[in-house]
């Protein structure tokens, strides 16, 4: 254990005292309360988080949006009671707030929830999540730090358990932050040495020292003194890498289960909870705080905060060019896509997409993204716009390396901080960051996500690189927008529309398509469903797909009509955008053809040629023949279907 | 870098020198004719396989599935064709098997795949899928050394590229090999320093020697000469503790783009071609391997091999219960459950299931396995069996810790080796190990996952703890059957059903439902769908749904009845169990319902009543209020459905 050493300063480390058992006994009179809930870390994590905000965090009590705020993520979300018990403590909440804990429509959910409560800058739960989340605050701010000539200038925080570290999520973003040095990001460690079933070390041996200095980190080690852990982070402030403190405390702490894992969720009993008060000192009735801790508490948050406001605003005034900040002010994210003039027949999907994320990148400094080290094959690179590094935060491009996961929770955080990040990777490897997409969709960020060779097309590489069930999965994702262009006019319908509104969504591509039909039609990606090949009789089949094979089905379609079979070819580029398509059905056989897992059209029809089983190795066309998608075979399938 | 210095001994490391470089010539070959691949990594890494190959792996040439062989992972599977070299100087495949590399239905696939190829011992090209594997692989063996009496006894070495080892799930699985000392586990790095989209050290700063000093394993770093691996390799063997060896090598050795990101995926022009094999010394035609070379590597490792297996066979004679080594031997993974007594219709479903489970594990020693940290909320502690720990590899208990992603990958290993694992965490964390269950179907794996906590009647946790998307998804995944019973009768038939077949389950749990109902069944869910309550009329609706909502819904049935509706309610435990439901729905009206997304019935019917957002924080009975699913609700829900 390294001790910080005794600085002189003028706090009340007396007072801060008082004031951290208050928050104890605070956050645990809401547990009790509420019936259920996270006893142990309440008793271990408090001084960490009081020391935080009464000491450190920037604030504007007026406009709890202020970009210029510091952020803290709370990622051990389970312990939220003490982030409601600050809430109280700097008049956000009332006490009636904290009553309410873990009952429905309330201010104080049972794990935090982005949108509902003062203070929560993320929804957290899902352990590690949070860890990832905060390394992209780190990245956003140190981009608009230099796209704002100082302006923005901020910390991150991170608060997690050292259980939570055993998550590989925390392991990849935490390399990302070390190797780009984000000395501006601020994790510290709850070292209670417990996790739910039983002591941390029965599954973990792991020295976080040596891990931590592994990745280039600033590491600090302290114990749970308001005035150690202050030191602490005075000295994470000057370092030029991102730190790391440990904070050793004890889980549970004068509970009778203190120290053991039976402490994780603990409500105490009534003999329990007078105990636990007894030693914490509180001597005032349930939901009652010391009125100096209180008054204390929020002049020093507020005198901090107002003074670095103040700057702030002089820095604002002074600046020649505020278009960028009035739009971070504004969370302006949108952006309008148009005068597209620069898509070649000539090239693939892909390649086109590129050009058209590049054209948008140049007029538009929110984007910025990376890729899970696929750039080159997800043809996502901004080119000419630079690298985000250690020494140049004003690049565009991030390498996220081969770490989907943190990739997905790093532009969560990039996108929480007011830009329109993007990532990329092969679309069999949604898989690795599913959890983190479905934090953008709980919290509606505008992260795109583009996922290229989406299906058996990819040929060679065999049943792992083919996705199959992962288009139907992404879009069982609530709110989660997924695009499937069938050809460039659609491509370029899917990026105008993904960039007009905000929210998160997933381009869904092939390897190498290349595809541009003359009946296609841009404007209707935004309808989600729409009519490629008309059909004028009034006995037809409707034939419904999206992305490539659309490119098969309207051959089929033209071999159909040869035989006598009238139909009807719909696209369907934005499932999620459809709102109504009974009219275009007009109540006629409908067949939908893809080569995702069925399911993926069951909401549209009963009748739907997909793909039940996993890829093989082989050609693309080989591949398409086995599994019955080439031409010939797709045209028997649906004569057979039709016979039934 | 740390030599390993000069040891003498009698191998020739001359032929060997011409060994790596006709192996790396075959593989070029291999993709030149396949006209794609991977040459990058082919000319890196082929001094590593061969070494291992040549000098340590144990096999039975007349039984590729010997128990106790030595496992090689392949977890960097593009190297493949490296492999099937290989398989060519061991006389496994033939030159015209390595001529159809990435063809269609050929023995050489584009990556490795299970039951395709001699030697491939898992299905990779996910990367970091078989860094954890095979820590499955090596639990296994320390498993089955102590119950076979030290019989079994081998290593699993496991080949991974740096750019690999950033993936989280290499974190998680090392940590957990760390912390149990799997000293007969050795990692193979191949150390090229870069990654597909450029070199490592864009993305990555990390000090890999201190980050597995930091879990515990025994660092050894070499230059890629074959007599430097093999000495690692012999001092890999001595060490008490997992073993990673640090190979420096050069990415797409004596290439054109020898040591650049652009050597990943390359595929040699015939002018490089002729190039790289001048330097590597190779004059032969193509597809042609210097004789020498091929009859001494067989040689080698047939003595070897053959030495080991006459021991083991006298091992195996001298032992006195030889009944858990003939299982192994016949690969019977299967459990006949009966005689079910112990159950308690006073406890929970979870309880129940912990009942089952332990009775299970009491007398079929194969089934181990542990949990992410949830084992006291899932119920899957196996009590009085012990815990799988450094010190008693007996145990069958093991504290995966909050690693889900490696928990999937390992409970793989252990599949591969013989063992029938299982897995626990709550339903909503199995997105963190989503890309390990699609191995573990791909490679139909007895796993069982046992996710419980199952819809948004978790409660006050909120969205991030409620699976609404999850279930739906799990489904989508083709060979994996997914259980969800009802009740106590239903969950019996649940674990007789995983146990008496072979595939990969998972097993989906409510967090405290403890329904048992009279008109269940157990045997029933090996059909999958059967009637609950029949309805003898001709008019009548059919009522689908199955887990803790039947209930409601068998409620909902009586109410119905009281209005005059009829109506027959069917559970369906195990949807991928059903064949044909036609019969049982008989042409009438069907509603399904379900606390997922609706998506999850409309195969069966495209009038279902589920949830299709995020869930919240609130009680069990405000949440099921709130969405629609209160029996009065559920009623009305029913009858608006009715009057369209």
Redesign the interface.
Known sequence: MFSIGSKEDNKNYELDLKGVNNLRGLALDMIVN?G?GHGGIILSAAPIIYTLYKYHMNLDFNNLNYINRDRFILSA?HSVPLLYGIDYFLELLELDDLKKL?????KT???P?LGITPLVEF??????QGVGTSVGCAIASKYLKEKTNNLINNYTYVLCGD??L???????SL??A??LKLNNLIVLVDCNNV????NL????????K??F????FNVIECDDSVKNINESLELAHKSDKPTVILVKTIMGLYSKYEGT?KAHGMVPDSEDLLNIKEKLEIHEASFTVNNEVISEFKKEVEERSNKHLKEFNNKYQELEDKSLVDKLINHEVSYNLNEIDIFSEEKSLRENSKDLLNKIANDFELLIGG?C?????CKTYLENLG?F?ENNYKGRNI?????E??AGAITNGMALSGLRPFVSTFL??S??M??SI??S??MKLPVLYIFTHDSITV???????HP??QL??L?????LKVYRPFDLNELIGSYIDIFKNNNPACLVLPRDSKNISAYTKSSEVANGIYEVIRNDTDDFINLIANGEELGIVLKVSKNLKEMGIDNKVLSIPCKKNVSNIKDLLNNQRTIAITLA???YF??IT?EVIGI???G????KE??LD?FGFSEEKLVTQILELLKK
Chains 1, 2 share one sequence.
């Not at 879009?475 to 709110?479: A, F, G, Q, S, V």
């Open positions: 509420a259920s979300g873990r009952k429905i429509d309330s959910p049972g794990h929830e929804t957290s739960g899902a352990l590690g259980g939570e055993e998550e590989g999520i925390t392991y990849e390399a990302i070390g190797t996790t739910l079933d039983s070390n029965d599954s973990s041996c792991e020295n976080l040596m891990r200095e592994a990745i280039n894992n890729s080290d696929l750039s080159s094959s690298d590094k390498y996220f390396g081969i770490r996961h943190a069999a490897f898989d690795y599913r959890a479905r934090e969709a709980i040929g060679p590489d065999g049943p792992l690189h199959i069930e139907p999965s879009e069982l994702i609530p709110n897992n069925p399911v069951y909401d009963n039940n089983d996993f093989k190795s082989g050609s080989e591949l086995f």
